[in-house]
C-alpha cells in the first residue's frame, strides 16, 4: 500500500519508498485498496479534527459507503461511543451489523427529527459529506464542544438540479454565521485528504491503521471490482448510492467468455492451450499470456487497436 496522492487510476504509480507500507499478509489487493482513502479520511476527522473520546455520539452520513463504513468501525473501536447512521432502508441491516447502533432512512424521515427523539441534547460530532440544507441541520444537531467536520458536497451532484437549486445548496452552506459559534461553544472543520498527503501525520496515521488492522478493528470492505474499461459502470454505481462498501479499479480483468460458434471455439482454445493462455479470449491472440520462465506478457491486437478502452 501507498500514500500517493493524486493520478493512482494507473497501472503504474510512482511513490517515494517510505511511503510505500507493506500489506499485511492475509489482507488482498482489493481489500488494501480499500483502506488508505476510506480508512484515512475517517481516521483523521474523527481522531484529529474531532478528537473522538469515550462515551461520545456521532452522527455519520452515507453511513454505507467507504467512508461511512471505515468511520463506523474506527468509532466503534472507543468505548461507549453511540452511532447514528443515515442509509436507505435496503441498508439497515449491513450498517446495524458494522456497528451502526440507530440507523436512520434519510429518504423517508427527517433524521435531525429522529436523532433528537433518542437524543434531545444532540449528538458531539456530525462527520458530512453532504452540505447544502444537511450542512445546518447538521450544525443545530451538535452539543456545546460538539464539532461537525465537512468533507464533501454529494448534494451538489444530484442529478436534475436547476442552475437555482444549485446556488440554493451554495448559499445554504456558504451563509453560515461564525459568530453562532462563540454563543453555541461549537466547532465546524473541514477536511480534504488530497491536500494532506504530503504531510507526515498521514503516513504515522496509515501505519496506526495496519495496526488496527491486525487486532481486527479495521475490516475492509469491498463492494465491487471494476476493471479500468469499465469505470463508467463504477461511477454511475457510486453516483446513484447503491454501494455498500469500497468501489475498487483495477487495471484489467479476465475477458469474459463470448458466445461463439462451435468452429471459432474450438479454434479459440486450441490457440489457447498452444500459448497457455489463462484468459478466456476470442481474438487469434490472447489478452495477455503469463510465462513462469519469463515473467512477460503480450497483449492482444484488441488492446492495441482501442477496442478495450482504457482510463
Known amino acids: 500500500m501507498c500514500v500517493s496522492g493524486r493520478g493512482a487510476w494507473s497501472e503504474k504509480v510512482v511513490a517515494p519508498a517510505e511511503r510505500v ?19 484515512l479520511t475517517a481516521y483523521l476527522m474523527l481522531f484529529r479534527c474531532a478528537h473522538l473520546r469515550e462515551g461520545q455520539s456521532v452522527l455519520i452520513h452515507m453511513a454505507a459507503g467507504g467512508v ?34 440507530y440507523p436512520i432512512d434519510y429518504r423517508t424521515t427527517d433524521y435531525e427529527v429522529e ?13 458530512d459529506p ?23 458536497g454529494a ?75 469499465e469505470i463508467g459502470e463504477a461511477q454511475k454505481r457510486m453516483h446513484s448510492r447503491l454501494n455498500v462498501g469500497k468501489i475498487i479499479l483495477v487495471p484489467r480483468k479476465a475477458a469474459k467468455p463470448e458466445k461463439e460458434t462451435e468452429e471459432k471455439s474450438e479454434a479459440v482454445s486450441t490457440e489457447k492451450n498452444e500459448r497457455n493462455c489463462h484468459y478466456d479470449c476470442v481474438d487469434t491472440l490472447c489478452l495477455w499470456t503469463p510465462t513462469s520462465t519469463t515473467g512477460t506478457f503480450e497483449k492482444c491486437l484488441r488492446t492495441f487497436s482501442g477496442e478495450i478502452g482504457r482510463a
Open 21 to 39: 507500507i507493506p500489506i499485511p499478509e492475509k489482507l488482498s489487493f482489493e481489500e488494501a485498496a480499500a483502506i488508505p482513502v476510506n480508512y
Open 68 to 101: 461511512g463504513v471505515a468511520a463506523t468501525q474506527l468509532a466503534k473501536s472507543v468505548p461507549n461511543v453511540t452511532l447514528f447512521g443515515t442509509a436507505s432502508a435496503p441498508k439497515h441491516a449491513v450498517i446495524k451489523e458494522n456497528g451502526i447502533d
Open 115 to 127: 436523532v433528537k427523539k433518542i437524543s434531545p441534547d444532540g449528538v458531539d460530532i456530525v462527520l
Open 130 to 152: 453532504l452540505a447544502g440544507k444537511d450542512f445546518k441541520k447538521g450544525f443545530n444537531l451538535l452539543r456545546p464542544f460538539g464539532v461537525t467536520v465537512l468533507f464533501g
Open 155 to 229: 448534494n451538489f451532484l444530484q442529478e436534475n438540479k436547476s442552475y437555482f437549486n444549485l446556488a440554493k445548496q451554495w448559499f445554504q452552506t456558504s451563509s453560515f454565521d461564525p459568530f453562532q459559534l462563540i454563543g453555541k461553544n461549537r466547532t465546524v472543520s473541514g477536511f480534504d485528504l488530497g491536500g494532506l498527503f504530503k504531510n507526515p501525520d498521514v503516513l504515522v496515521a496509515m501505519k496506526e491503521l495496519v495496526r488496527l488492522y491486525e487486532e481486527g478493528v479495521v475490516k475492509p470492505k469491498v463492494d465491487s471490482v471494476f476493471a479500468f474499461e
